[in-house]
Nanobody, 120 residues
Framework: QVQLVESGGGLVQAGGSLRLSCAAS????????MGWFRRAPGKEREFVAF????????YYAGSVKGRFTIARDNAKNTVYLQMNSLQPEDTAVYYC?????????????WGQGTQVTVSS
């Protein structure tokens, strides 16, 4: 089992920045990737970004590419999401996820989520 705990959410004005953190514990050696998803009010959960845990390769949704950056600290078993130029449409609950596989659509482990609210 892998446990994930997110932090760093909050309220920010449009154009501002936030950094989310996700600390993993447990069987972290089994992780191949970690990622971020979000669910806006009244919408389906959507992919934001993920990182290949060993290689560091990153992948982004088109809506956040160029504004968000995912990074990892292997020693701390922590993944970060630096969010810049935030817009009201980025308002959502952000979830951290981890999985032993690299390229499957399902993710096995999920955090509890952290709220990000962007005011206009």
């Amino acid at each position: 089992q892998v446990q994930l705990v997110e932090s760093g959410g909050g309220l920010v004005q449009a154009g501002g920045s936030l950094r989310l953190s996700c600390a993993a514990s447990g069987r972290t050696f089994s992780m191949s990737r970690m990622g971020w998803f979000r669910r806006a009010p009244g919408k389906e959960r959507e992919f934001v970004a993920f990182i290949n845990w060993s290689a560091g390769t990153t992948y982004y949704a088109g809506s956040v590419k160029g504004r968000f950056t995912i990074a990892r600290d292997n020693a701390k078993n922590t993944v970060y999401l630096q969010m810049n130029s935030l817009q009201p449409e980025d308002t959502a609950v952000y979830y951290c996820a981890a999985d032993p596989a690299l390229y499957t659509s399902a993710w096995e482990y999920w955090g509890q989520g952290t709220q990000v609210t962007v005011s206009s």
